[in-house]
């Protein structure tokens, strides 16, 4: 099975910063990998797949890089939208998802 | 719009069992691959089941395989989750997702119902 980790668990910032989670897969997924958004009591929303793809309607502000076992998600200037908490998933083999990473107003 | 609409959670004892369904409308059910992931109290997403698009074939994570069974009736749009044995550790709320077509180009799980709540306790 490939685990996922993500890092941080929990990040601190304010309006306007500039945020990266970082991802990383036991083994090679290749671009597999998808990012989401979940708020509290609300289902998970997709952002990026193919660890670098915009998913349609989704503001310019996030993007995605990376491949292999790495992998990043970046928020170029947070909006009091974006307290949330993101998770990363593979889908090379079969499906898994990162611990989560909950994003929080500093 | 497109839409899948998740039912059948509640409460149910230990060594019961319980069938979820998901509704889908506003899209070709029989054309896509479909899922259900699961997100225990205060946890994480774990992925649960994977169904081909004409049910052909099914996948399940190691937790409850030889207990839960997905199956789906392209006919009436909707996707189920038999779920038997039921153990504490199955208390989640409980998604039904669609696997991004083959079109799109890739496989993430583009559209979620809103979750239906699953408490397995005595």
């Known amino acids: 099975d490939i685990q996922m980790t993500q890092s941080p668990s929990t990040l601190s910032a304010s309006v306007g910063d500039r945020v990266t989670i970082t991802c990383r897969a036991s083994?090679?997924?290749?671009?597999?990998l998808a990012w989401y958004q979940q708020k509290p009591g609300k289902a998970p929303k997709l952002l990026i797949y193919?660890?670098?793809s915009l998913e349609s309607g989704v503001p310019s502000r996030f993007s995605g890089s990376g491949s292999g076992t790495e992998f990043t998600l970046t928020i170029s200037s947070l909006q009091p939208d974006d307290f949330a908490t993101y998770y990363c998933?593979?889908?090379?083999?079969?499906?898994?998802f990162g611990q989560g990473t909950k994003l929080e107003i500093k | 719009e497109v839409q899948l609409v998740e039912s059948g959670g509640g409460l149910v004892q230990p060594g019961g069992s319980l069938r979820l369904s998901c509704a889908a409308s506003?899209?070709?059910?029989?054309?896509?691959?479909m899922h259900w992931v699961r997100q225990a109290p205060g946890k994480g997403l774990v992925w649960v089941s994977r169904?081909?698009?004409?049910?052909?074939?099914?996948s399940y994570a190691d937790s409850v395989k030889d207990r839960f069974s997905i199956s789906r009736d392209n006919a009436r749009n909707t996707l189920y989750l038999q779920m038997n044995s039921l153990r504490a550790e199955d208390t989640a709320v409980y998604y039904c997702?669609?696997?991004?077509?083959?079109?799109?180009?890739?496989?993430?799980?583009?559209?979620w119902g809103q979750g239906t709540m699953v408490t397995v306790s005595s």
């Open positions: 997702a669609r696997r991004a077509g083959s079109t799109s180009g890739h496989y993430a799980f583009d559209i």
């Open positions: 083994q090679s997924i290749s671009n597999w």
């Open positions: 998933q593979q889908y090379d083999s079969l499906y898994s």
């Open positions: 169904i081909y698009s004409d049910g052909s074939s099914t």
């Open positions: 506003g899209f070709t059910f029989s054309s896509y691959w």
């Open positions: 193919k660890a670098s």
